[in-house]
């Protein structure tokens, strides 16, 4: 593909209040292709607080009538979104390709969570349940109902673009919140296409604005704007602790997803057919660019062998280049800088005294050298208390760890800050179960790896991945909206609760 010169790139503005605008100051930042770091991909604002008061202006502005809209109705919306956004797949996928560098069928898997979302979240606009329950009263009726929050500030990563502003907005949305969307500066044009779906949808102007530029300039001042009444954010653990610690003293409901450190166990009676190709899918797909990505497995002695030859084969034979070329298994890291960070822990890895089984190197001959590549790594006799057992890469490095038995599986599975996703691999229904009562995770695989979550299950994790919230399925609207109480006394008296009410009435 040619690269665009930046002069014949178009300039992409913020959305705000139903119009397309530039940053008030006028500065721009350009978004750039991971597989070659000179082909720009768009300009786009690079917005400072100012732009965010209009857009929180412009949202708090839409939300009465939003709010009013019958839920149904605004339904109906997020159903010619998911529409539309079949029409649009390929099209989303390949710029996805362009813009952040996972290969296309995994692009178009994270379009169509999207789709699935909207569709989902569209279903949601015909039940949104509150409940009634009996009132300790004669002639007195108790129910609770759910009521949207006003304005909602949507913080994202550039790992899955499209998905994750999907599992936040949409659910926002469909409650009869208005919405500020500040995409991550790495994959800008991806969130302005999913915008640009849900405008052509017919939202009305306001409900949903968009302001790219930095966390610092666009996404603090978002967090500390007085209307905004909820954050949902993706990102590092690092930051979601600054803006969950903002959020804390501003009384704001802030709900975390964050990083993880997940591992895959291998009991003795595995199948290793299944454990090989899911340690593979789970480790490199996405170049290990998830935040449910397989960068443990734990395997028991037993196997352990066994398991490392064929996972050294399988993994020496992947096909590392540009995820346009449909043959091509991993894709490049992010960024530049992702590189330089993912990469670091391959010396790190090494000082600890793990075993550099397979890969370890930056690609930087020829064509490659202009992309962010990194070959898939794997590390073998990797102790618990190493630096690459610990702290999450987000990038294609794996390590491999031997345990004696399952109990000690699930210690050194569960033996890190994190909990978001962890597997186990066995034939032993047993164990199977005990795993799942014991793996300290928000998500548990039995006999599959570590990603792959489906959008009508709660998406989230435990420990400091999370503060306690889920997306997806049902629970995402637990997110989005607050609790009302009503009492409806139909007795004609005043009726007293909480009181001894077998000496003092009737
Ligand atoms: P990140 O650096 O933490 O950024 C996440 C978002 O926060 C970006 O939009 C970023 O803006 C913004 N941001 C940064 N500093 C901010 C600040 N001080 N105030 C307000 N906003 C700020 O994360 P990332 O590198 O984009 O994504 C990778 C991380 O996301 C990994 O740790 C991964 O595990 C995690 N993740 C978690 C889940 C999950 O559901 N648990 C899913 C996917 C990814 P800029 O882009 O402008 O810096
Ligand atoms: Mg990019």
New binding site residues.
């Given amino acids: 593909m040619a690269a665009k010169t930046l002069e014949k790139t178009e300039v992409h503005g913020n959305y705000i209040g139903g119009k397309l605008q530039k940053a008030k100051g006028g500065e721009t930042f350009v978004s750039t292709s991971p597989a070659n770091v000179d082909e720009v991909v768009g300009q786009f604002a690079a917005s400072t607080p100012e732009d965010v008061t209009a857009a929180v202006d412009a949202a708090a502005k839409a939300y009465p009538e939003w709010k009013k809209t019958p839920a149904p109705e605004r339904a109906e919306l997020l159903l010619k979104a998911a529409l539309l956004m079949e029409t649009r797949k390929e099209e989303m996928a390949q710029t996805m390709v362009r813009e952040m560098g996972k290969v296309i069928k995994e692009a178009r898997g994270d379009v169509q969570e999207a789709i699935d979302m909207a569709k989902y979240m569209a279903g949601e606009g015909r039940r949104l349940f509150g409940h009634t329950t009996p009132s300790e009263l004669r002639n007195k009726f108790a129910m609770a109902i759910r009521q949207p929050m006003g304005v909602v500030g949507v913080?994202?990563?550039?790992?899955?673009p499209v998905a994750?502003p999907s599992w936040k907005i949409l659910p926002a949305l469909v409650s009869g919140n208005t919405i500020v969307f500040?995409?991550?500066?790495?994959t800008p044009l991806c969130a302005q296409m999913f915008v640009q779906v849900l405008i052509d949808a017919g939202l009305p102007p306001g409900v949903i604005n968009f302001v790219t530029?930095?966390?610092?300039k666009?996404?603090?001042p978002?967090?500390e704007d007085p209307r905004v009444r909820v954050i949902s954010?993706?990102?590092?653990?690092?930051?979601?602790r600054?803006?969950a610690g903002r959020c804390g003293e501003l009384m704001k409901k802030i709900s975390c997803?964050?990083?993880?450190k997940n591992a895959i166990c291998v009991m003795d009676d595995a199948d290793m057919d299944l454990v090989v190709e899911g340690a593979l899918w789970g480790s490199f797909g996405t170049a290990g660019q998830?935040?449910t990505a397989t960068s443990r497995i734990i395997v028991h002695k037993k196997r352990y062998k066994e398991f490392l030859e064929r996972f050294e084969a399988r993994t020496k034979a992947l096909k590392i280049g540009n995820g346009l070329d449909p043959s091509v298994d991993v894709g490049p890291v992010v960024s530049k800088a992702q590189l330089e960070s993912v990469h670091s822990y391959v010396d790190i890895g090494k000082k600890d005294g793990a075993k550099l089984v397979v890969g370890g190197n930056i690609l930087d001959d020829g064509a490659m050298g202009k992309g962010c590549f990194h070959e898939p790594t794997v590390f073998a006799d990797v102790k618990p208390g190493m630096r690459i057992a610990q702290e999450?890469i987000?990038g294609p490095i794996t390590a491999v760890m031997p345990v004696e038995s399952f109990e000690e599986a699930i210690q050194v599975a569960n033996g890190t800050d994190y909990g978001?996703s962890l597997s186990m691999y066995t034939q032993d229904v047993n164990r199977a179960f005990t795993a799942i009562e014991e793996l300290e995770s928000g998500i548990v695989y039995i006999n599959a790896p570590t990603i792959g979550a489906e959008i009508q299950l709660p998406?989230?994790?435990v420990k400091q991945?999370?503060n306690g919230h889920r997306?997806a399925g049902i629970t995402a609207i637990e997110q989005f909206t607050e609790w009302k109480s009503i009492y409806v006394d139909y007795s004609g008296k005043l009726q007293k609760a909480q009181i001894d009410t077998h000496n003092n009435q009737q």
């Avoid at 530029?213 to 610092?216: D, F, M």
């Avoid at 954010?233 to 979601?240: D, E, H, I, W």
């Fill in positions: 913080i994202t990563p550039w790992n899955f994750i500040k995409p991550a500066t790495d530029g930095s966390g610092s666009v996404g603090m978002l967090v954010v993706t990102g590092s653990t690092q930051v979601g600054q803006i997803e964050l990083g993880g998830r935040c999450e987000f978001l998406f989230g994790g991945t999370g997306e």
